[in-house]
């Protein structure tokens, strides 16, 4: 599908359309509506935009020594925008069962036994999936800084923009793991789950940082 020069795939057109509908609705679930969904999805929409500024760039003789870059990149952002919006629905999912263990019964020994068993397998699951959401924001991170670099000057905001919005998905992420991993029995995996988010958020809020001010010295 084009328009004024823009390519989308109709998959994630239709995504980014409609889950932020179907989250915010007063019909769906309350637990599944901002609890897991909101950091994959502002990461989508932040590559998203970080395509656009690609997507503008092709096809401009200006930038035709760069273009093979630039078409390359966009097919790393459609994958990982796709990626993303897997996880969004992934994300939400793995709430569920955290969320059906925490209504256990825990009346009998044997009931607490098993609702701490239950729990401790909701919540590494309840890690893993923002834990991916980390991992792909960086690497869509490390991608959007090529489209600020070598973008068209008249729509690297936009990158700039991705950028913000990334960082914010990053750091979501990043809370949904802090929040389960206090809970954690397992104190060792506990910390190595908050080693890694930790790991990440140090380097790539900082790079976020740096082609959001990147983009602020060429546009002003």
Known sequence: ??????????????????????????FYPASLRFREAEAALAGAIGIALGNMVGSLTVGKKTYAAVEEDIIQCKKKADDITARLLDLVEKDAEAFEPLSAAYGMPKSTPEEIAKKAEVMEAALVGACEVPLGIMRTCAE????????????????????????????????????????????????????SYNKEADELREKYEQKADEIFNLVCSNIR
């Open 1 to 26: 599908m084009c328009n004024g020069g823009i390519s989308w795939n109709i998959r994630q057109i239709h995504a980014l359309q409609i889950i932020p509908v179907k989250i915010l609705s007063p």
């Open 140 to 191: 869509a991170i490390d991608l959007i800084e090529t489209f600020a670099e070598k973008g068209s000057k008249i729509a690297i905001s936009d990158a700039g923009v991705g950028a913000t919005l990334l960082k914010s998905a990053l750091q979501g992420a990043s809370l949904n793991i802090y929040i389960n991993t206090k809970s954690m029995a397992d104190k060792e995996a506990a910390t």
